[in-house]
């Protein structure tokens, strides 16, 4: 059986050791030297770079987020293990994890550290698709005869060069269709490399359940729950066109995924029409404090996307949704388009204080639309906001001192409160 080790990359046979290095982080699998399509996620980036950054935070539980009355934006293993996980309010995270380190996040030294990783990547291959500031598929059809070495090493040599020159991890998913590829990367978090090979596709996804569809949300998965459809298996007993009836578009999605099959090509020019984040809360709520930590963390993400895309969008919507699931949407188009954290939030915020129904809220959301280049973003003036203008040339020149003597060099007044 094909085999890899992942700590020197020599590629042999078989065995549970590797014959050059004797390490015993060999993987193996029959298709591991055939298959091209894979998916790349950095494993609790934000914490990741924080804890490179700073060596006394290695083995603390730490959390990036907000303060007593924020929302968690992400979290090390260490607190995982405790309980925590992203959308969390901030005080339930403390509440499982009272010694954690806390810091704010650092949205424009994320982006640089991400830069580096993506130029690691596109050495790889052109068509690099990525999903945020630490995911992103890669198809490597046709590299063997660049590289002279079949996808899964060249795999193996990026986290490893990330590991050994950046000081961050990732884990690898290694299959043959997007769907797969990040299904996989999920199986063997952190320093991960798992493989879903196309002979093992339905033993695989049999008795698996539906919510590890990417997009399958909450509110999804209770509508297929109402279905009877819990897993892959449950799927495979409907028929397509009950499928699509029942639930419209994602009906036929379900139906090929059901059977492993998944036709989107992955693509570094795909146009994307919009860029969005929205959570569902553990429990319907009216918080203000709680709503504002979520739009401003909502609003990040969001601009991470849109920096690692480099695009900006004109467009900014709010999307909420009731206790009573009625779901409340609204936009407004800006003078020039934006990829900033701050003015999308800003501008959410203002949506948000218009919503004459203050909830309670079982979701909230976030987007950009109305899609182009980063060129010219937030450059516009603004008449009716004489400082506007004023205050994004600051803004700039914050981030151009933060990353070049790191986001602590220079704090806002907002934040310091």
């Given at each position: 059986?094909?085999?890899?080790?992942?700590?020197?990359?020599?590629?042999?046979?078989?065995?549970?050791r590797c014959p050059a290095c004797r390490s015993p982080?060999?993987?193996?699998?029959?298709?591991?030297?055939?298959?091209?399509?894979?998916?790349?996620?950095?494993?609790?980036?934000?914490?990741?770079?924080?804890?490179?950054?700073?060596?006394?935070?290695?083995?603390?539980?730490?959390?990036?987020?907000?303060?007593?009355?924020?929302?968690?934006?992400?979290?090390?293993?260490?607190?995982?293990?405790?309980?925590?996980?992203?959308?969390?309010?901030?005080?339930?995270?403390?509440?499982?994890?009272?010694?954690?380190?806390?810091?704010?996040?650092?949205?424009?030294?994320?982006?640089?550290?991400?830069?580096?990783?993506?130029?690691?990547?596109?050495?790889?291959?052109?068509?690099?698709?990525?999903?945020?500031?630490?995911?992103?598929?890669?198809?490597?059809?046709?590299?063997?005869?660049?590289?002279?070495?079949?996808?899964?090493?060249?795999?193996?040599?990026?986290?490893?060069?990330?590991?050994?020159?950046?000081?961050?991890?990732?884990?690898?998913?290694?299959?043959?269709?997007?769907?797969?590829?990040?299904?996989?990367?999920?199986?063997?978090?952190?320093?991960?490399?798992?493989?879903?090979?196309?002979?093992?596709?339905?033993?695989?996804?049999?008795?698996?359940?539906?919510?590890?569809?990417?997009?399958?949300?909450?509110?999804?998965?209770?509508?297929?729950?109402?279905?009877?459809?819990?897993?892959?298996?449950?799927?495979?007993?409907?028929?397509?066109?009950?499928?699509i009836e029942r639930f419209g578009g994602m009906g036929?999605?379900?139906?090929?995924?059901?059977?492993?099959?998944?036709?989107?090509?992955?693509?570094?020019?795909?146009?994307?029409?919009?860029?969005?984040?929205?959570?569902?809360?553990?429990?319907?709520?009216?918080?203000?404090?709680?709503?504002?930590?979520?739009?401003?963390?909502?609003?990040?993400?969001?601009?991470?996307?849109?920096?690692?895309?480099?695009?900006?969008?004109?467009?900014?919507?709010?999307?909420?949704?009731?206790?009573?699931?009625?779901?409340?949407?609204?936009?407004?188009?800006?003078?020039?388009?934006?990829?900033?954290?701050?003015?999308?939030?800003?501008?959410?915020?203002?949506?948000?204080?218009t919503v004459a129904n203050k909830g309670p809220f079982?979701?909230?959301?976030?987007?950009?639309?109305?899609?182009?280049?980063?060129?010219?973003?937030?450059?516009?003036?603004?008449?009716?906001?004489?400082?506007?203008?004023?205050?994004?040339?600051?803004?700039?020149?914050?981030?151009?001192?933060?990353?070049?003597?790191?986001?602590?060099?220079?704090?806002?007044?907002?934040?310091?409160?």
């Amino acid at each position: 059986m094909p085999a890899l080790c992942r700590s020197c990359l020599t590629t042999f046979d078989e065995g549970t050791r590797c014959p050059a290095c004797r390490s015993p982080r060999v993987l193996s699998h029959p298709e591991l030297f055939s298959l091209s399509i894979a998916h790349m996620d950095c494993d609790a980036f934000y914490a990741s770079v924080e804890k490179r950054d700073d060596p006394s935070l290695a083995g603390k539980p730490v959390i990036i987020g907000g303060g007593k009355r924020g929302v968690v934006s992400t979290a090390c293993y260490v607190a995982r293990i405790r309980g925590v996980r992203s959308a969390m309010p901030m005080f339930k995270a403390l509440e499982l994890c009272p010694d954690a380190v806390v810091i704010k996040p650092r949205g424009s030294h994320y982006a640089a550290v991400s830069k580096q990783i993506r130029a690691m990547m596109d050495e790889l291959t052109p068509a690099v698709e990525p999903l945020s500031l630490d995911e992103a598929f890669l198809d490597m059809t046709g590299t063997e005869r660049l590289h002279h070495h079949p996808p899964a090493v060249m795999l193996a040599r990026l986290v490893k060069r990330m590991e050994d020159e950046l000081g961050l991890t990732g884990s690898i998913g290694l299959s043959h269709n997007k769907f797969l590829a990040k299904v996989a990367s999920d199986l063997d978090k952190p320093r991960g490399f798992s493989v879903i090979g196309k002979g093992e596709t339905m033993d695989f996804l049999a008795g698996k359940p539906v919510r590890m569809i990417w997009g399958v949300g909450a509110a999804a998965q209770s509508s297929l729950e109402r279905a009877g459809i819990r897993t892959f298996t449950d799927l495979l007993r409907w028929d397509k066109q009950a499928l699509i009836e029942r639930f419209g578009g994602m009906g036929e999605r379900l139906w090929h995924l059901a059977r492993g099959e998944d036709f989107r090509r992955i693509s570094a020019n795909a146009p994307v029409k919009s860029i969005s984040n929205e959570t569902t809360f553990f429990e319907d709520t009216s918080d203000p404090d709680l709503l504002d930590g979520h739009l401003w963390r909502l609003s990040e993400k969001v601009a991470d996307r849109a920096k690692a895309k480099g695009r900006a969008g004109r467009v900014v919507t709010l999307k909420l949704k009731r206790a009573d699931f009625k779901l409340i949407t609204k936009r407004t188009s800006l003078h020039d388009t934006t990829q900033s954290a701050d003015r999308i939030y800003r501008t959410a915020r203002s949506l948000f204080d218009t919503v004459a129904n203050k909830g309670p809220f079982r979701l909230i959301g976030v987007g950009i639309s109305e899609i182009t280049g980063a060129d010219g973003a937030d450059t516009a003036g603004d008449l009716l906001d004489p400082q506007a203008a004023q205050r994004r040339a600051a803004e700039k020149a914050t981030d151009a001192i933060r990353a070049k003597f790191g986001d602590g060099a220079i704090l806002k007044g907002r934040a310091i409160r």
